[in-house]
């Protein structure tokens, strides 16, 4: 499987700021997605990160909130934007490589927003 | 929109005995579905997949069984340990790659 880094792993944050993750892997991947994860809750995905173009946003995520940039095959970013405590989750990226179907995720960055 | 969801929200067992974690899910379309572990402070770890054109797949301690009839998936884990205590998710595929996540189920494993 890949290695995924991100960062930072963690953050606090003023409510109006923005914060941009990175994710990092060791190796180029065909896809890479974005999901948020409110405390005790389960995965929702953001959008997914393509490479060269526009980021592809789910129901409820708009590019204005969460700019995605991904430049290469091997990194992305999202930006979380004029942020409010509600913003207050996990973030993690996943990769799938090329031939393969598993989706593996990175450590996440975990944000709290006062 | 469709989703996945679980049985039973935590679940507490006796190091030794075997655990069983069920899912719902409710895309027919789904093709394929994979079981994640979740420790405290780390992103999903991958445990076990299967396709949809399979109904059982075995791991090291773990088996996945699917059962397309009622749109049932579960996770069996043999011989517990305390390692295994977490948070196990349980996710489908749909539209070319996206995951839908179910829940989560809190795995408590007594020493």
């Known amino acids: 499987s890949a290695v995924i880094s991100q960062k930072p792993s963690r953050d606090i944050c003023q409510r109006g700021t923005s914060l941009t993750i990175q994710c990092q892997v060791d190796s180029q991947v065909t896809m890479m997605f974005w999901y948020r994860q409110q405390p005790g809750q389960s995965l929702t995905l953001i959008a997914t990160?393509?490479?060269?173009?526009?980021?592809?946003?789910e129901s409820g995520f708009v590019i204005d909130k969460f700019p995605i940039s991904r430049p290469n095959l091997t990194f992305s970013t999202l930006t979380v934007s004029n942020m409010s405590p509600e913003d207050s989750s996990i973030y993690l990226c996943?990769?799938?490589?090329?031939?393969?179907?598993?989706?593996?995720f990175g450590p996440g960055t975990r944000l709290l927003v006062l | 929109g469709e989703s996945v969801g679980l049985h039973l929200p935590t679940l507490s067992v006796q190091e030794g005995d075997n655990s069983i974690i069920n899912c719902a899910y409710s895309?027919?379309?789904?093709?394929?579905f994979i079981w994640y572990k979740q420790e405290s402070g780390k992103g999903p770890q991958f445990i076990i997949d299967?396709?949809?054109?399979?109904d059982k797949r075995q791991g090291q301690r773990v088996t996945v069984l699917l059962n397309k009839t009622v749109k049932h998936l579960s996770l069996q884990i043999a011989a517990t340990q305390p390692g295994d205590s977490a948070v196990y998710f349980c996710?489908?595929?749909?539209?070319?790659?996206?995951?839908?996540f179910g829940q989560g189920t809190e795995l408590s494993v007594k020493p």
């Open positions: 299967i396709r949809s054109n399979m």
């Open positions: 996710a489908e595929r749909y539209q070319g790659g996206k995951l839908i």
């Open positions: 990160a393509n490479q060269g173009s526009e980021a592809t946003y």
């Open positions: 895309n027919s379309a789904s093709d394929y």
């Open positions: 996943s990769v799938v490589h090329g031939g393969q179907e598993t989706q593996y």
